[in-house]
Nanobody, 122 residues
């Protein structure tokens, strides 16, 4: 499966953005899709994941919502009440084989999009 992330941009603190991850190829509904982010000088970190159920990092819980539209082969990340600490390149990733206990581990995802930059100004 090929992934493409989009929707990043510059937003003020407290604002909102919606990221999109489009997929092509593969039986999309079988894939667990996750969002990760990587800030400058930091390691890539888990943000959220979805297959049937959803899972979130504690740092964004209550502010971000992950959703998917299998018919359109799309996954979305709605980000509200953005903070400067949310500034990062956001990546979508997918796996058809990952088990639930590994969903926060970036190395367990076989497919990655190219990343989209989110910048939150204070």
């Amino acid at each position: 499966v090929q992934l493409q992330a989009s929707g990043g941009g510059l937003v003020q603190a407290g604002g909102s953005l919606r990221l999109s991850c489009s997929a092509s190829g593969g039986a999309f509904s079988n894939y667990r899709v996750a969002w990760f982010r990587q800030a400058p000088g930091k390691e890539r970190e888990f943000v959220a994941a979805i297959r049937g159920s959803t899972h979130y990092a504690d740092s964004i819980k209550g502010r971000f919502t992950i959703s998917r539209d299998n018919a359109k082969k799309m996954v979305y990340l709605q980000m509200n009440n953005l903070k400067p600490d949310d500034t990062a390149v956001y990546y979508c990733a997918a796996s058809s084989t990952i088990i639930l206990s590994n969903i926060r581990r970036s190395e367990m995802y076989a497919y990655w999009g190219q990343g989209t930059l989110v910048t939150v100004s204070s």
